[in-house]
């Protein structure tokens, strides 16, 4: 007669283990299928281009707090120092009226009218009683100086706390934006890192050719700019353009000798820039000071439009976080972004337009 036993049925272990197997399976087949693919060459760069544009923006907020800090330092170290003078002024009133009080107790014994009793020279007692009136004065003048330095000692204080305040609260925004444009350089070098080097070297030969739109190797136009100064060795033709002035000429022509020079994150040269630096720079040897940074630069000068751009203007982009000289023929001569260096660049390859200044 035929068996008929029932098929042995898996153990629960072995359930459990299959259905986890396969439950990974499934996990890693849908992961697998909506995995993102690599970038590609072009949206890496356009994703490390955004990254340098939020790190220069965090760079030139870096030094904006960098120079309210060296102002609210030099501010309150001589506040410091004026309380340190008031404090040994104060000490030497002190020190008058002390003296006054020991004249006092040594003429002043007696009550006036025994003394003048008890003399054997009431004229003498009276020259006496004269001079220490006098001395009674001395003291409430003494006492009225005092009173005063005092007073002024407490506000010299308290301008110097207060500025010592400022000064805690603008190296906590220093470190704050020190430690953001860090970290979109360090994202941007990561995203870089995803690419071959040959990838890499393509993108930086692309980027070099792409910033000499306006012409290479070609002879400079007649605006008195210069141009092919500087390591780098390039020539961009500038047109015809007259400078507005004689200082936007002698700036052009300042910046134009750095060309070549690297951009370094908070650099004013001579041998190193970053935007704002290489014009602060710029017009510095033209024989005029101009601030430190984009937010404050766009304030100085007169505002003007781009059909007005002159040689040697300063031309800002991307909601006023980049700065550089219009050179002429729609370039500009500027420090682009970190593992750039200073070079003429179309201003459509720079970025959005957003204000220009003739200082």
Request: glycine share 8%; proline share 3%; aromatic share 4%.
């Amino acid at each position: 007669m035929a068996s008929h036993r029932r098929p042995k049925q898996p153990s629960r272990a072995r359930v459990t283990v299959l259905t986890a197997t396969a439950a990974a399976a499934v996990a890693l087949t849908s992961q697998a299928a909506h995995a993102d693919p690599k970038p590609t060459k072009s949206e890496v760069k356009a994703k490390v281009d955004k990254l340098y544009h939020e790190a220069e923006a965090a760079t030139e907020k870096y030094n904006g707090a960098k120079e309210q800090q060296d102002k609210l330092k030099k501010q309150a170290d001589a506040l410091q120092d004026k309380v340190a003078r008031g404090q040994d002024e104060l000490n030497t009133l002190r020190g008058e009226l002390g003296s006054l009080a020991t004249a006092q107790y040594r003429s002043g014994g007696l009550d006036p009218s025994v003394q003048l009793l008890l003399s054997s020279d009431p004229d003498s007692f009276l020259d006496q009683a004269s001079a220490l009136d006098q001395l009674t004065a001395k003291q409430a003048e003494s006492l009225q100086k005092i009173q005063a330095k005092q007073r002024t000692l407490a506000q010299q204080r308290k301008e110097a706390q207060g500025k010592l305040t400022d000064l805690a609260e603008v190296r906590e925004t220093l470190g704050k934006s020190k430690t953001k444009f860090q970290g979109k350089l360090a994202d941007a070098q990561k995203l870089l890192n995803t690419l071959t080097a040959a990838e890499r070297a393509k993108m930086a030969a692309d980027d070099e050719r792409a910033s000499r739109a306006a012409g290479e190797r070609v002879t400079l136009g007649g605006n008195g700019s210069g141009g092919s100064g500087g390591s780098g060795g390039q020539v961009a033709d500038l047109g015809n353009e007259a400078p507005a002035s004689a200082l936007g000429a002698a700036a052009l022509q300042a910046a134009s000798t750095r060309v070549g020079k690297p951009y370094v994150r908070a650099a004013t040269g001579p041998d190193s820039f970053d935007c704002s630096g290489l014009t602060q720079w710029a017009y510095a040897q033209a024989g005029a000071q101009i601030t430190r940074t984009t937010y404050t630069q766009i304030n100085q000068g007169t505002r003007i439009t781009s059909s007005q751009l002159k040689p040697g203007d300063l031309v800002f982009f991307s909601n006023t976080t980049h700065v550089g000289l219009y050179a002429g023929n729609n370039t500009v001569l500027h420090a682009p972004y970190p593992g750039t260096n200073v070079r003429y660049e179309s201003m459509s390859t720079i970025g959005s337009f957003q204000a220009a200044v003739r200082i």
